[in-house]
């Protein structure tokens, strides 16, 4: 398995070195190398085509090799508005069917002519029969215009999954964890932590929730049990542009910043991070300078890709 998150070229989860070989770029153009990384012989491993045999050197995840990506068939058993623009989807597999996934890891909805949506699973592996998705309602996005006008209970979607790399690693777990979210990123780390718990891990977890005003923070009171529940989770909201009526305290400004704010030294943690792009492209660099090993941030980022062939997935949250 190779890292890989966004698969539209913007995030850069994929990057690795091409040692011999040559390669190009048949969809999208790699958004996420810099003139230097095309010096250093660097590609992106989820849009590069080989031209001949390749010779790569690339980070490789081993904890989901063994995992099944299927295709199932899943009925809408809930649909429940959690925030003006979020809703959320139960989802429930057939009785002789599992689906087996990891903490943090997406599913992909099938749609009509080879179209695809990726969305987090927001639900603990151990409910093996039923998925939880949030779903954003994304302005002049069809899929989720459906979701939010047409879609019904009982319903049925295709879904093809487990994919992606963003889970907890368990390789130091002494190591205390920051985990980070934007808007609906908060899906996928309410799974991981929800695992967490089920598990007796008690590592501790600082979870950082960011939008732009508290209506967006769509299940607020779930972390603040966790926290109140549990000595060694704490939980802050970050708001980058609060009401001035606003009645929950939270750190004013960007979600990176209300980390770097607590944690100015990031050198003994784990970053799990998940959200748009421009969350993820804000806090990468900022957390370097605080110190944080690059081989401890672990992210997943959301974006909302054209419609392009299944080979390119987009990631709309």
Known sequence: MLPYSCKNGTCGSCKGMVENGEVHYPFHPPLALEKSDF??????????EPLENL??????????????????????????????????????????????????????????????????IASCPSLGDEIELHIRHVEGGDFTGHVFEDLAERDILRLEGPLGNFFVRNDQPERPMIMMGGGTGFAPLKSMIENLLEHGDRR???????????????LDPLPLRWAREHEHIRYRRALSDPEPNGVLEAFAGLVHEAVLADHPDLSGFDIYMSGPPAM??????????????????????????????????????
């Not at 010096?39 to 590069?48: D, N, V």
């Not at 995992?67 to 057939?94: F, G, S, T, W, Y």
Request: hydrophobic share 45%.
């Open 204 to 218: 501790e977890v600082h979870l950082y929730w960011g939008a732009r005003k508290e209506t967006e923070l769509y």
């Open 55 to 120: 010779v790569i050197k690339v980070r490789e995840i081993e904890a989901v090799r063994d995992i099944q990506v299927r295709m199932l068939p899943a009925r809408v058993v809930e649909k429940r508005l959690l925030a003006e623009n979020v809703v959320r989807l139960r989802l429930k597999l057939p009785k002789t069917q599992r689906l087996q996934f990891l903490a943090g890891q997406y599913i992909d909805v099938l749609l009509a002519g080879g179209k695809r949506r990726a969305f987090s």
């Open 280 to 317: 993820i492209e804000a806090a990468k660099p900022a957390f370097a300078q605080g110190g944080l090993p690059e081989e401890r941030l672990f992210y997943d980022s959301f974006e909302f890709g054209l419609d392009v062939p299944v080979r390119v997935l987009a990631r709309p949250h």
């Open 39 to 48: 010096a250093e012989g660097y590609a992106l491993m989820c849009q590069a």
